[in-house]
Nanobody, 123 residues
Framework: QVQLVESGGGLVQAGDSLKLSCAASGRIFGNYAMGWFRQAPGKERECVAAMSWPGGRPYYADSVKGRFTMSIDNAKNTVTLQMTSLKPEDTAVYYC????????????????WGQGTHVTVSS
């Protein structure tokens, strides 16, 4: 089993930056993929960033490309999502997720999910 715990959410103003972290524990070995997803009220969940470990070119949704950066620290079992130039439309609950194997591009399903962290961007 794998446990994922997100942190770093909060209330910020438009244009601010925020860094989300996801701590992973449990049976994590070999090739795996990590994804950051978000779900805004009344909207479907969407994948905003994803990448595989080791290697793999990060995927970013068009809506966040150039503003969000995802990274994996395999030694610390931590994945981060650096968010800059935040917009009100970035307001959502953000989840990290893990799947075993190297394939990571949406809409591939992920196996393990965190509980989510709230991000609110005021205008």
């Amino acid at each position: 089993q794998v446990q994922l715990v997100e942190s770093g959410g909060g209330l910020v103003q438009a244009g601010d930056s925020l860094k989300l972290s996801c701590a992973a524990s449990g049976r994590i070995f070999g090739n795996y993929a990590m994804g950051w997803f978000r779900q805004a009220p009344g909207k479907e969940r969407e994948c905003v960033a994803a990448m595989s470990w080791p290697g793999g070119r990060p995927y970013y949704a068009d809506s966040v490309k150039g503003r969000f950066t995802m990274s994996i620290d395999n030694a610390k079992n931590t994945v981060t999502l650096q968010m800059t130039s935040l917009k009100p439309e970035d307001t959502a609950v953000y989840y990290c997720a893990l799947r075993r194997g190297s394939y990571y591009l949406p809409p591939i399903p992920y196996d393990y999910w965190g509980q989510g962290t709230h991000v609110t961007v005021s205008s």
